[in-house]
């Protein structure tokens, strides 16, 4: 082991977990404001990466200028899953519901994308996209840097909406106790349908980068899932501040541990760290203990 | 009766006699065909391994075209029953088992990778049936000691051993010092890998970098980057896939790395699929061990070949390894079937097993006890510009000069 790999796989750690931070933040806003599990925001991140691609390949349009275009028709998307599926589940077992039909959504957009692009692994182009500059002996990938803007950027406003808002107040309130929050005359269900396109939307972003950095067919998705999931309990159910935070800290020691001991730890030490938060907090790093409790 | 009642009459009793004729004819055409043969295939078409797996289809599905084109089997018009298993070797336990006692397939073939194959092997063997594959062919698939399993594709172990046998005949002046050896924890990939070490140790070329990761890892830029650190000469890669391979070449670039020689154990070998993702300019240089490539001289590797390129497009140079591999499972088993003359599987198995000598698009084919093929030779092959060329072993009439050392990434 040298410095430079380390400094390497902490800088891995950091962009490439920030990418991962913002497409959970999607996954966790869904589910603190509407108790739903969206098994499907995996494949939409697929879905948000070939659409890049189809923008791409056909059009000519780059992938950042592209974000123009598949961010709001991930929104739109969005839109029209919780209106033609979520938001028709009712009652007390609404969440364990929304895993079978998520999931049910996640299998027909996979099929979908793998009859219209083929089971073909492809990969996100452009000019920048193997290009990289050194600071030193470490070398910081140009994609890998822009995706950690990006990030930054998308996650800030995202802050910025739910905290200098009229309607990141009601989205809050929503967050906290929906049916107080319908008490006092917040419409609980259309600040549910444009959080649903909000947490899609952001896949948009997600997907293109993890698309520049990663070939993926639609099947990749399931790895992703995994990620995901993982990181929103790490971070605790519904907790923003928390989903930056593990999916950051996820990918930054796996890949610590896999320049210090070997590759074949990486996963393991962090459901080893997975574990003992669990052990200690089992609502997670920042969730709320009534989380736990239901 | 008046004269109109009579003719109607008449038409009547004839068409009831013509219909009944037809009818008769049409059930003695019926019965005199013989019924389609079914085989059932589990194939990794979603998850992990579904580029091989939809390749592994196409190559299946030229065989069947080939073979009923030609008549079928033994007169038997053959129906593939291909079920997915989405790369999941619990789920291909359920295909076979379904395939055999729902679906009444006559035959099984096997699915992609030594993974998937053993698994299969042992579910398929417990109702008699042979299963003959054409990606299973790590130690451990050999090493269940079962029957039933004949691989038509060369053993993976010594897969690299050409290579390993040039890089260490190079001259001392010229030959790399140093070598990473990173690998999927795969029984496809290991075995290549570990089985040179010793060969480049003894030519003097140290080992700086030696891990294993988990097949699962979809991120392997932190992997890669640390290999980059570490400054290897040479990178010999233990990959199944393409993503694998596109995923260290493109944070090997990104680290401004560039080995002298490198090789992957899989994905350079996927044609177009692999310069699809890497691009043809970056591909310059990759190395890949394997038995047969598109530009093979073999006649019926010609002929499929042809056949491909006719069916799907593309160039010689781009046909994926997988469609051969899946194209000589059925061509061993169509002359296995015709030997016996029928579909039981015991008799199969047994053929098989008799020391035979058989034909398929990648050279002959001839089974030990464990089922393994003991004709094939192991080659390296090399992208150089747009062509896929055979390099090693060096001495062979059909190899050309490695480029070496490999080029930059992109120029």
Redesign the interface.
Known sequence: M?S??LL??AK??IL?GSVYALMATGLTLIFGVMDIINLAQGILVILGAYLSYALQVHLHIDLFVGLLITIPTMFIVGIVIERAFIGRLKGPEKTAMSILVTYAVSLLI?GAL?MTF??????L?GSY????F?IG?V?F?YI?VAGFVLAAVLLSALYFMLYRTRFGVSVRASLADQTSAALVGIDVKRVSTICFGIGVAVTAAGGMIYGA????????S???ISRLLTIIVLGGMGSLGGAMLAGVGM?FI??MV??IW???W??MSYFVVLTIVLLIRPQGLFGKQSVRVA | MNKKAKILRTLGVVSAAAATMVSMATTSGASSAKAPIKIGISLSLSGDFSADGLAFQQGYKLWAADINKAGGLLGHKVVLDIVSDASDPTQVVTNYQKLISNDHVALTFGPFSSLLSLPSAKAVSRYGYALVEGAGGAPSVFQAGLHNIFDVSLPVANDLVPFSKWISALPANVRPKTVAYVTSNDPFTQPQVTTIVPTLTKAGIKAVYNHVFPAEVTDFTPIADAVAAAKPQVVVLGSVDVPTVSAFMQAFEQSGFTPKVFIATGGPDQGSTFIKAVGAKNADGMMVPNAWYGGSSNPLSQKMVAEYVKAYGGTPAGVSSDVVEAYSVGEVVAQAVKATGGFDNAKIIKYLHSNVTLTSAQGPVKFNALGMNTTPTAFTFQWQGSKFVQVNPVNDKNSVKVLFPKPVWGK
């Not at chain 1, 996209?129 to 990289?132: H, I, P, R, Y």
């Open positions: 040298n430079t790999a390497s796989a891995d750690g490439t996979e793998n083929t089971t073909n692994d492809v990969q182009q996209v193997n290009k990289s050194a002996s070398h990938g890998y950095t990663n070939s993926f067919n639609a099947s990749t399931y790895d992703l990918v796996g890949d896999g320049v070997s590759p074949i990486s996963s």
